[in-house]
Every structure is written in C-alpha cells, then in structure tokens.
C-alpha cells in the first residue's frame, strides 16, 4: 500500500496567501512524488469540491480535497502557514491545511485511512501537536499515526487496522459505523441518540463530522451511535439501536440513504458543517424534540407533532430550494440516458443520413456487410434509450421526494405521460405528484405489523392507482395540450420571438456554468429531443452553443492579454479550448470563481449573443452533446460556428476591458511571479 503522506509532502512553511495559491502549492508536490498526474485537471476537481461548501473548519484548519481521476494513490499534502489563509471557516483563516487526494475508483482500505485522519482533526491535542513540529518527517508520522522514524530509516505503511476510524460515544474505540455500548450507567436512562453524516465528496467532512458529535455526545453523558455514508463503507446501523433512540440527527448535504428506517422518530435534519461545528446543540435540539414527543413521517424528514398539528423541524432547505433538489435529482438521472441515446442517434445520422430513423426494425431486417444495417442499428438503440428519458426523470423526481417507495408511481406516471403525449412537461408533473401521493401515504399511521409490507407493496401500489388516475383522467390532458402548445410555439418561432428566447437560454447556459439554471435550460432542450421537432432543434442547438462560449472566451482572453491573467490561469486557459469546443462550460469556473464580477456579466453576454444568433441563423441540432465534434450534425454549420466565434469574441473583449479597467493602477505581475490559481468553483 502507497504510503499517505512523507515527508516531502509537507511544507512547514507554507508561503500562500490564497486557498487557490495553497491547493497549488501543495498539489505540486504530489506531481512531484507522482501522485498526481494532470495538476490542472486535480486542481479543477479541488476547484469543482469547493465550489458546493467552503472546506474551512473553526479551529484554524482548511481540509480542501476531492476525488480526481488524476491521483495514482490516496495522498494527503500538509501545509502550515504561519498567517493564515482564508478557507471560509467562520473564526477566520486557517493555519493548518491538509490537501486530500483520492482516486476515482479508491480502494476501502485506503479510504479508511482517510477517514481516520479526518477524525483525528477533531481532537486539539493532534492539531497542536502539528503548530508546534518543527521537522517535517515527524510532522508525517505523526499525521500517519506513527512515532517519529530517525533519520534515513525506511517508513512504516499505515495498516486498515490501525488507521481505523476510532469514534464512540462511549469513547472505548469501537468503530463509529458499529454498535457502540453506553458510556454511562443504563440505570439513569441516558439518552440515546442515532445520526447519519454525510457530505458530497464523502472523504472529509462525514467522518468529521461523526467524530465532533461522538465527543459531545460523550462530553453530555449521551449515547451515540453514528451511520457514516461516505466513501470508506456504508454499514447501515442495527435497527435495534434505531429502534431504541430517542431521537435521530442527520448532519448531512447528500440524501440520506434509506431515511425510511428512521420513521417514527424525533429527526434533526441539518447540513454537515453543523453536525461539525454545533453538535451539542444538535444534541440538545435532538433532547428538546425527544421530551416533546415529535415524530417524524416516513422518509420525508418532515417532522410532526403526534397529535398532527403544524410542522415541526424538518428539512433544513427552505420549499424552493426543496423543489429545486427534487428536480435536479430527476436531471441528473436522466443525463447518462441522454448522452448515450442522442450520441448513438447522432452517430447513426452520420453514418446513414437522417433517413435511417425510417428504417425497418434491425431485428428482423440487418446485413452485417452493410453500413445503413449498422446506421439503422444504433439509430434503434439509440431511440430505445431515449424512450427512457420521461419515466426516468418523473421516477426520480419522486426518488428524491419521497426514497425508493415513490420509484414505481413515478416510473408509471412517466409512462403515462409519454402514452397521452404529455412529453417532458408530464413527466415533471408526474414526479412531482408521485412523490406528493407516497408522502401523503406515509403521513397515515398503520399498525406496526403493516410497516414491513408498506414501502415494496401498499405504498407503490396505492401510489400508482392514484397517480395513474391524476395523470389519465385529471391533469393528463391539459397537460398534454400545453405540451402540444408549446411545440407548436417553437415550430413557429420565428424572427424577434425566437431571438428572445435564444438570449434566454444564451443567459442561462453562462450565468452558473454548470450549476442549477444552466442545467434547466439543457433540461429543456433535450426535453424537446424526445419527440424532435424543428424547434426543439433550434432550442438544442441554440443551448449547446451558447455552453461552449464560457470556457472558449476565457481561453481566447488568456491568450490575447495574458499578462491580465495569473500564470495559473493562462494555464487554465490552454486547457479551457478543449473544454470549450467539446461543451464542457465548467472549463470557465476557476476564472468566474477568482473574478465573478467581471468574468461572470462578460460570459452572459457572449452566451446571449451566441444564442440569438444560432436562433437567427435557423441552426439545428439533433445530439445532445458533443460540441464541435458534432458540427456535420448541425444545420446550418457555418453559420453556427459563427454564431460562436461571435459571442466567444464579445465576450472576450468585455472581460479584457472590465479586467483592464480594474487594474489601471496595478504594476504588471513579473515574469517570475509566484504560480496563482484560480479554483474554486
């Protein structure tokens, strides 16, 4: 097993001024050990994991890490800067930074180091033992759980076993995933509390977090028992130990897993910095909800009084942000149906022509010598996969609402919608009314004996005849004329009207790159493939456009003014070509994260010129993805590249003169200036 840290990944004087300038340093020299492979490709990735939550922690400690198919080997870098560096903790700058790289596909073992070490963060005697070492092989082995090895003997690996996480309530080491026995006398009737952490990335703050709530439940005479969903295992908690809690915390920024176990119980649903900064409160709201006798309705985290009055507690996230998680948890479901659907689609155009969607069924009618066989092959597989588009997205939908028993309704609600033509704008509606029947089912107390079959028998067959009726007899129908009226509406879109509508979605593609709004308009354009119609098209092609501006113009900016730019980001800017032309418009976020106020209006503009104008330009597109490698796709080629090259060239010059504006009175960086990144996203 590769070692974690040495000595050569420590920098006890770390001279960064900025979280970006620190994740570089450090970074280097895990491309200097070989741990690392492509520094800008990891760095984006650092860049991609802080841009959902700033990575400081009070206590003066920055943990920025993700997981990067550029590592080799689970890597830990250590840095220590004498006057901090701003990682967005609440108490100020952090002293203490550790990098975290993890491989794509990283092995348990190597994962369970890991975690132990975010554990160990939590205790101050560790983090002081570090401000105070002065040798960086010492500083290691500590870090690795070692004695100091004297100087030129060969370093010990660490083992699973003695890099295990170690966090009890009862403080006796047994592990946090596992059944933890009472610190207290079961005589007094301590309180007894069960939780689940987790966090996107599942490296750092899960188990933190796990950590900081084990040690006040000791510190409070509580018994705590911890499920960790990250990335070194999931052990589901005995449901006996659920079965006796009291009360249940949830610390967690990923959907809890299997949350139907919990039903019944007093549930504090918070983020997972708070599990890490806030547990005795967390403990304490957790103690106020037990004594008043809250419950919780099955999988919905929605708490409720046991003489059903209003709400209490619940989800942390207000409805719009709720509703907005829900939609997003369809999308992102959808997405590998519409990648691999449209391309084999896309591919079978080029091989055979548009034509070939008329082709007889392959099963009964393929030449193994003959190309259009082959065309007519993938144009069917293709089609087959995009059949899935609508149920996939209306049963995830419901997915996130409501867990897995909102899987079937929604799937068949889907269904539905595609049988009446209800389209994209049925399959919304769909998840989202499947997933407000299964809730409304579990809301209705049953006798414990029932709760076993509820969730694989009552709950999706009720749903599914409520669903199926709402969808067939109720709302189906207008639903489907809104449908109707909305292809309509894009088939006659024509001058002015179509030009709004491609500065619309030209605005939404730049203004997040990637985030939210960006991908509701991509949403909606690949809706419209579903059922192709020459507007839907123009939408697709218009999007798809309008999301390779970001990236190229930062591209094209770094190389006509590059002394504007950091050493770093002209780095950027070499790679943000390709990510540019292949429609990746994340290849944008380091420079929109360094600069928003002036990257971020100058990309907008440039997207919304590049849509209005593939709109003008009548140009089509049939695949979802692809960028320029789908240009013999697109109608009206030329003119589409244009439309391109004229927004990447507006907004080009609009960041040139808003970064030229706002350094009038600064020198220019000298050559050898210190490396800077721009990473966060």
């Not at 070492?133 to 010990?156: C, H, N, Q, V």
């Not at 995009?386 to 609402?401: E, H, K, S």
């Not at 976020?589 to 010129?609: C, E, K, N, Q």
Request: glycine share 12%.
């Amino acid at each position: 097993m590769s070692e974690l840290i040495t000595a050569a990944l420590v920098d006890l004087d770390l001279s960064a001024e900025t979280k970006q300038d620190a994740a570089r340093s450090l970074a280097e020299r895990m491309v200097a050990e070989g741990r690392v492979t492509d520094l800008d490709g990891f760095l984006a990735d650092v860049a991609a994991r802080e841009a959902q939550m700033p990575t400081g922690l009070e206590g003066g400690i920055g943990i920025p890490h993700c997981r990067s198919e550029h590592v080799t080997a689970p890597t830990l870098a250590f840095g220590r800067s004498g006057p901090g560096i701003d990682f967005g903790a609440a108490d100020g700058p952090a002293d203490l930074v550790f990098l975290i790289a993890a491989p794509a596909g990283a092995d348990d073992d190597h994962l369970t180091i890991l975690s132990a070490l975010a554990r160990r963060l939590m205790d101050p005697e560790f983090t002081e033992a570090l401000r105070a070492e002065r040798d960086p092989g010492a500083a290691a082995a500590l870090i690795r759980g070692e004695e100091a090895e004297p100087a030129g003997s060969a370093p010990k690996a660490p083992t699973p076993e003695a890099s295990a996480p170690q966090a009890s309530a009862a403080g006796d080491g047994t592990p946090v995933d596992g059944p933890v026995p009472g610190s207290v006398d079961p005589a007094t009737e301590p309180l007894r509390i069960v939780a689940v952490t987790s966090c996107p990335t599942g490296i750092a703050h899960t188990y933190m977090a796990a950590e900081s709530l084990a040690a006040a439940a000791r510190a409070g005479g509580v018994v705590l028992d911890v499920e960790t969903q990250g990335s070194a295992g999931f052990e589901r908690l005995d449901p006996a130990l659920i079965a006796a809690a009291d009360a249940v915390i949830w610390a967690h920024d990923v959907e809890v897993r299997e949350k139907s176990r919990f039903d019944g119980k007093p549930i504090v649903d918070t983020g997972v910095k708070a599990g890490i900064n806030r547990p005795a409160e967390l403990i304490a709201e957790a103690r106020q909800k037990a004594e008043r006798g809250e419950t919780t309705t099955l999988a919905t985290g929605a708490a409720a009084r046991q003489d059903g009055g209003a709400t209490a507690g619940g989800d942390h996230a207000h409805f719009g942000v709720r509703l907005r998680t829900y939609l997003m948890s369809g999308v992102s479901y959808m997405v590998p149906f519409v990648a691999a659907g449209g391309l084999l689609i896309a591919l079978s155009f080029a091989i055979g022509g548009y034509e070939i969607a008329g082709a007889k069924s392959v099963a009964d009618h393929f030449v193994w010598g003959e190309a259009a066989s082959w065309a007519a092959l993938l144009n069917q597989i293709g089609t087959a996969a995009f059949a899935f588009l609508v149920p996939v997205l209306a049963g995830y939908i419901a997915y996130g609402m409501a867990d897995r028993p909102a899987l079937v309704p929604g799937f068949v609600g889907g269904a539905i919608a595609l049988t009446i033509n209800a389209g994209f704008l049925g399959g919304l509606v769909a998840g989202l009314l499947a997933g407000a029947v299964v809730m409304a089912i579990q809301r209705v107390k049953v006798h414990p004996t029932l709760r076993g079959i509820m969730p694989v028998l009552v709950i999706p067959l009720i749903a599914s005849a409520v669903v199926g009726f709402l969808m067939f007899i109720v709302v189906g129908k207008p639903i489907a004329s809104l449908q109707r009226a909305l292809t309509d509406g894009l088939n006659g879109l024509s001058g002015s009207n179509a030009i709004i509508l491609g500065i619309v979605l030209g605005l939404m593609m730049c203004f997040d790159m990637g985030g939210p709004l960006n991908k509701v308009a991509y949403a909606f354009a690949v809706g419209g493939l579903a059922d192709p119609t020459p507007g839907s098209l123009k939408v697709m092609a218009a999007v798809m456009a309008a999301g390779m501006v970001p990236p190229l113009a930062m591209a094209l900016a770094t190389t006509v003014r590059g002394r504007l730019f950091s050493r770093t980001e002209r780095e950027n800017g070499r790679a943000a070509w390709v990510l540019g032309a292949s429609f990746i418009s994340e290849g944008a976020i380091p420079f929109a994260a360094a600069d928003p106020l002036r990257v971020i209006p100058s990309v907008m503009a440039g997207g919304a010129v590049t849509g209005a104008l593939s709109m003008a330009f009548d140009c089509t597109l049939r695949a979802p993805h692809g960028g320029i490698f789908v240009v013999p796709l697109i109608g009206n080629p030329f003119l589409y590249l244009l439309a391109i090259a004229a927004g990447t060239t507006v907004a080009t010059a609009l960041v040139v003169l808003l970064k030229s504006l706002g350094r009038n009175t600064e020198a220019p960086a000298p050559a050898a200036e210190t490396p800077k990144i721009s990473v966060a996203a």
